[in-house]
């Protein structure tokens, strides 16, 4: 009986890992526009589509349910060749790259799906002869029809071939391009374009090829939002767990260049729940950001009541919710508000740091019973609209609601089925997967750590997690369509490697990390008009 498994799995496993050898060893190398390119098939190795370039890469990870994958790089680039076939016209260049790579695409996947079967009969054939060393070593007198049981091992080959190439088209996922990661300059670029641009012209051959392959990039990126984006009316940051941590100017920096309308934070500004340690300094640096762009932001468990009266007295903040002390503990409220068209609203977090009893416990058993109790006690008595019974909506009522822990936001989910568009919320120090944002037309974000862990870390002994917000795009009709998550992992995050941009370039190069999510259509009700103003209907 072992003998007999062994054989199946040597059968098995030498044809597939023949297949994937081959398409390693022997890629498709092709030249499109004076760019010579090597594009090279994966198995079970690197899913999807890729791209690399020497400033970073970009991946599409959902193409089909196999674990086949295509990948890009260029070979050798010469920098002044690419810059002189630009021309100055980067969409002109575009278009002409994506049509000579059109033209040569049957060749290629004639050639990656043959060098694939190559591989897969030279394994096929390895098992064979193994198979038949081994029987001569034990002395195994020779079967009769051997070359007809071979033939028909080499059939079941090329069914069972056949069968997950069928798969593969049967799962292939045509909106493919709706979720997307960069990584490198060329999600630097994503973050600061503006002042990245000025880096670019400077008169250097490394900053000529910078410029022109992150403008492909970014024209390429136009192509795909155009064919999937009606015009963006707003654009909303979302922002969380800042700790204390000093990158309000690189937030305000952010939020500059990407023109964002609207700042969402969901909470824990602070460590220990005091007053004073919002500084004179970190104040100042958040009014220069809400000078400009309005906030709205929700206590989380490290936010006081104290906390919360400080963050309203800042300009352009407004809190949602309340939270108060009570004989044993903390109350909660929530609130709405209407902003640039959409009605937004947001609860407060009952837990404070360093409260006692359940309201300051970190148990996860204890701290979510609390949360969905206070989150019912909450919305009996809100000023936030909601239905009898639980009843589910024909439209959301609310386009987004706020607070600081997940869990709130699922019993929330739970009381108003159907009225809620998207929720985001914050405290994992850590985003939700793209893939688990939207189910169904509901939309789910959860923010990293904005500020890096801050002061949390040193309070806790913990690992500095990577600088991580959100901006989200709306359309004039109020329909969110895409959402890009930035990830800075840094160590050099800093105000000051603002000042140059080509030290920042140098500074989060290899850092950043840009995934771009497009939505699927949400219910949002007729006639909705978003974008004009603070407080636009």
Same mark, same amino acid.
């Given at each position: 009986?072992? !003998? ?12 597939? #890992?023949?297949?994937?050898a ?21 198995? #079970? ?11 970073? /890469?970009w991946?599409?990870?959902d ?5 086949f ?27 002409? #790259?994506?049509? +000579? ?5 049957? =060749?290629?996947?004639?050639?990656i ?7 897969v #009969? ?10 038949m ?21 080499l ?10 190439? $069928?798969?593969?088209?049967? &799962? ?23 002042q ?25 990126? =136009? ?17 969380? +767990? ?6 309000y ?42 000078? %400009? ?10 936010? &006081? ?9 800042? *300009? $352009? ?43 300051? &416990? ?28 639980g ?29 809620i ?11 939700n ?17 904005? $500020?890096?862990?801050?002061? +949390?870390n040193? !309070? ?17 009709? @109020? ?9 800075? =992992? /840094?160590?050099?995050?800093? *105000?000051?490697?603002?000042? +140059? ?11 950043? %990390? ?8 949400q ?6 008009? @978003?974008?004009? $103003? *603070?407080g636009?209907?």
């Amino acid at each position: 009986m072992v !003998a007999f498994l062994l054989r199946w799995v040597l059968r098995l496993a030498l044809p597939v #890992l023949g297949g994937a050898a081959a398409l390693q060893l022997f890629p498709y190398r092709a030249v499109v526009q004076h760019i010579p390119f090597r594009v090279e098939g994966s198995l #079970l190795t690197r899913p999807g589509l890729s791209a690399d370039t020497t400033l970073g /890469s970009w991946r599409f990870p959902d193409v089909s349910g196999l674990p086949f994958g295509v990948h890009i790089a260029p070979v050798d680039v010469d920098v002044l060749e690419i810059t002189r076939a630009a021309g100055g016209d980067l969409a002109g260049f575009t278009q002409r #790259l994506q049509a +000579d790579f059109t033209d040569q695409l049957p =060749r290629i996947a004639a050639w990656i799906v043959g060098t694939f079967l190559i591989g897969v #009969l030279a394994g096929l054939a390895a098992a064979a002869a193994i198979n038949m060393s081994v029987r001569y070593l034990r002395d195994a007198p020779r079967r009769a029809h051997e070359l007809r049981l071979r033939a028909v091992q080499l059939g079941a080959a090329l069914v069972v071939t056949l069968a997950v190439a $069928g798969y593969g088209a049967l &799962s292939y996922n045509p909106d493919w391009v709706r979720q997307s990661r960069l990584t490198g300059t060329l999600a630097a670029a994503q973050l600061l374009p503006g002042q990245l641009s000025d880096y670019y012209t400077q008169s250097n051959k490394v900053t000529d090829v910078l410029g022109s392959v992150v403008g492909i990039q970014a024209e390429l990126q =136009r192509q795909i939002d155009a064919d999937r984006l009606a015009d963006t009316a707003l654009q909303i940051m979302t922002i969380s +767990d800042m700790h204390l941590e000093a990158n309000y100017p690189l937030v305000a920096a952010y939020a500059a260049s990407y023109g964002v309308d609207l700042i969402l934070n969901t909470g824990d500004e602070a460590e220990f729940g005091t007053p004073p340690e919002l500084t004179p300094t970190y104040l100042d640096a958040m009014r220069a950001l809400t000078d %400009t762009t309005p906030m709205l932001w929700v206590s989380g468990n490290h936010d &006081s009541p104290a906390v919360e009266d400080v963050m309203r007295t800042v *300009p $352009g903040v407004t809190v949602l919710g309340d939270s108060n002390a009570t004989d044993d503990g903390y109350e909660v409220s929530a609130s709405e508000v209407q902003a640039y068209g959409l009605r937004i609203a947001g609860i407060a977090d009952p837990r404070v740091y360093g409260a006692p009893g359940e309201y300051g &416990s970190d148990d996860l058993d204890v701290v979510d019973e609390l949360q969905r109790s206070a989150v019912d006690q909450a919305m009996e008595t809100a000023d936030v609209g909601h239905l009898d019974g639980g009843a589910a909506a024909s439209v959301p009522r609310y386009d987004v609601f706020l607070a600081h822990e997940p869990v709130a936001l699922e019993r929330l989910r739970e009381l108003l089925p159907g009225q809620i568009r998207q929720t985001d919320a914050g405290h994992t120090h850590q985003q939700n997967a793209s893939d688990e944002i939207q189910d169904g037309t509901e939309l789910d974000l959860v923010e990293g750590s904005t $500020g890096a862990g801050g002061l +949390d870390n040193i !309070a806790r002994g913990t690992r500095r997690p990577p600088t991580e917000f959100s901006i989200e795009s709306v359309g004039a009709d @109020c329909q969110f369509t895409r959402v890009i998550r930035f990830q800075i =992992r /840094s160590g050099d995050a800093r *105000p000051a490697a603002l000042a +140059d941009p080509g030290v920042m370039a140098q500074a989060y190069g290899r850092d950043v %990390t840009a995934s771009t999510v497009y939505f699927r259509p949400q219910d949002v009700g007729p006639d909705r008009r @978003c974008g004009d $103003g *603070p407080g636009r209907r």
